[in-house]
């Protein structure tokens, strides 16, 4: 589990995505970070991570978690990514994975079983997640791939939500498609934050579905541009707390699974008794 992989798709010149220079040391006393982002690139799909060992084993799913224990997603596993990706929200302008990227969910997550390789090698991996939008217990189990041909890569896997008390027929993607790190944005918003001009040529997807979801979030960034540099005061309130989101996203997750960031404050209180 190194981040070979991981560096060698990347051009750290050109994106912004967190270099990840070692695999952190895991901290024994720390529940484990988990996240979902939302990756708009050549097609729309939803990359889960689980901290595990030091890097974020990674899977992106198409069509993004469901809270249906009916459904059965599609997660086809990745390279492992450097822990620091888990903070990471923002515009890939070119190369590998080139689009936009949200924070879309963030908490902890905890094995349902004895031994996580084990269960990794196997192809069975049952967990429970403590995200704002994702909780209770899954299932990620490893197929023979998709398409009928029998034979896999090994890299599909099936992202399956467990009968319990957070289950549901709830189209979660929909219900609840915002930023957990930047509070109200859309993709757009984050584009917008950025350079919503990057692609007026080769944007990361022409045609289909996706070539025209790119074309109405780049029209509407441009359109949030416009209407901030009228704003002022805004746009600064905006990055004042979006920086401060960046220093603390996996440090809050980590100490306050499942809350908002912006903890409650009995849920502040509940912390300091505990720690003190
Ligand atoms: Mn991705």
Same mark, same amino acid.
């Given at each position: 589990m190194a981040l070979d992989e991981y560096k060698k798709k990347r051009n750290f010149a050109k994106s912004p995505?967190?270099? =990840?220079s070692v695999p952190e040391k895991p901290k024994a006393d720390e529940p484990l970070f988990f996240c979902v982002q939302k990756h708009l690139a050549s097609h729309l799909h939803y990359d889960l991570r689980l901290e595990w060992k030091g890097v974020l084993l990674s899977w992106a799913v198409p069509k993004g978690p469901s809270l249906n224990p009916s459904d059965k997603r599609l997660a086809m596993k990745v390279e492992d990514h450097p %822990?620091?990706?888990?903070n990471f929200e923002g515009v %890939? &302008?070119?190369?590998? #994975?080139a689009g936009i990227v949200m924070l879309w969910d963030i908490g902890t997550w905890a094995p349902e079983v004895a031994d996580v390789d084990a269960a990794l090698r196997k192809g069975d991996l049952k967990f429970r997640v403590d995200g704002y939008k994702l909780k209770g217990s899954w299932v990620l189990v490893r197929t023979r =791939?998709?398409? !009928?041909? =029998?034979? $896999?890569? !090994? @890299?599909s896997w099936l992202l399956i939500k467990h009968r319990?008390?957070?289950?549901?027929?709830?189209?979660i993607a929909e219900l609840a498609p915002l930023s957990v790190k930047t509070p109200e944005a859309d993709l757009a918003d984050i584009l917008a934050a950025d350079n &919503?001009?990057?692609? @007026?040529?080769? @944007? &990361?997807a022409q045609g289909g579905d996706t070539g025209k979801m790119f074309e109405k979030i780049i029209a509407r960034a441009l359109e949030i541009k416009e209407g901030r540099t009228t704003d002022q005061d805004n746009t600064i309130t905006k990055a004042t707390k979006k920086k401060k989101a960046e220093d603390e996203t996996i440090t809050t997750a980590r100490k306050a &699974? #499942?809350? $908002?960031?912006?903890?409650?404050a009995p849920a502040k209180a509940r912390q300091k008794k505990s720690s003190s």
């Amino acid at each position: 589990m190194a981040l070979d992989e991981y560096k060698k798709k990347r051009n750290f010149a050109k994106s912004p995505e967190p270099a =990840g220079s070692v695999p952190e040391k895991p901290k024994a006393d720390e529940p484990l970070f988990f996240c979902v982002q939302k990756h708009l690139a050549s097609h729309l799909h939803y990359d889960l991570r689980l901290e595990w060992k030091g890097v974020l084993l990674s899977w992106a799913v198409p069509k993004g978690p469901s809270l249906n224990p009916s459904d059965k997603r599609l997660a086809m596993k990745v390279e492992d990514h450097p %822990i620091e990706y888990g903070n990471f929200e923002g515009v %890939i &302008p070119e190369g590998y #994975g080139a689009g936009i990227v949200m924070l879309w969910d963030i908490g902890t997550w905890a094995p349902e079983v004895a031994d996580v390789d084990a269960a990794l090698r196997k192809g069975d991996l049952k967990f429970r997640v403590d995200g704002y939008k994702l909780k209770g217990s899954w299932v990620l189990v490893r197929t023979r =791939g998709y398409g !009928g041909r =029998g034979e $896999s890569d !090994g @890299r599909s896997w099936l992202l399956i939500k467990h009968r319990d008390d957070w289950s549901g027929p709830v189209d979660i993607a929909e219900l609840a498609p915002l930023s957990v790190k930047t509070p109200e944005a859309d993709l757009a918003d984050i584009l917008a934050a950025d350079n &919503p001009s990057i692609w @007026r040529s080769n @944007r &990361p997807a022409q045609g289909g579905d996706t070539g025209k979801m790119f074309e109405k979030i780049i029209a509407r960034a441009l359109e949030i541009k416009e209407g901030r540099t009228t704003d002022q005061d805004n746009t600064i309130t905006k990055a004042t707390k979006k920086k401060k989101a960046e220093d603390e996203t996996i440090t809050t997750a980590r100490k306050a &699974p #499942g809350r $908002s960031a912006k903890a409650s404050a009995p849920a502040k209180a509940r912390q300091k008794k505990s720690s003190s």
